[in-house]
Nanobody, 113 residues
Framework: VQLQASGGGLVQPGGSLRLSCTAS????????MGWYRQAPGKQRELVAS????????YYADFVKGRFTISRDNAKKMVYLQMSNLKPEDTAVYYC???????WGQGTLVTVSS
């Protein structure tokens, strides 16, 4: 299994970005997927997760109402739509597959004016 995240970049506070994660492997449609992030000097933390069918989602309190996780099982992709971004959202964002414990390579999101 390989995961490849993309979509990061520099955005101003209040702006939006959509992260994408492309997965390989046979079990994507059966797997729980998640997005984590790690800011400089901080531990990696869970941002959001989505169940295999896409109907059950989890969001960390610090992103509720601002971020939306979704998936397309036919394309083997998971997305993180981020809105109303804040400087404290600056981090490297990683996608993760629970069943295989595989991490993507990370994509950097920088929120700054």
């Amino acid at each position: 299994v390989q995961l490849q995240a993309s979509g990061g970049g520099l955005v101003q506070p209040g702006g939006s970005l959509r992260l994408s994660c492309t997965a390989s492997g046979r079990i994507f449609s059966l797997s729980v997927m998640g997005w984590y992030r790690q800011a400089p000097g901080k531990q990696r933390e869970l941002v959001a997760s989505i169940a295999s069918g896409g109907t059950t989602n989890y969001y960390a309190d610090f992103v509720k109402g601002r971020f939306t996780i979704s998936r397309d099982n036919a394309k083997k992709m998971v997305y993180l739509q981020m809105s109303n971004l804040k400087p404290e959202d600056t981090a490297v964002y990683y996608c993760y597959q629970w069943e295989t414990r595989v991490w993507g390579q990370g994509t950097l999101v920088t929120v700054s004016s």
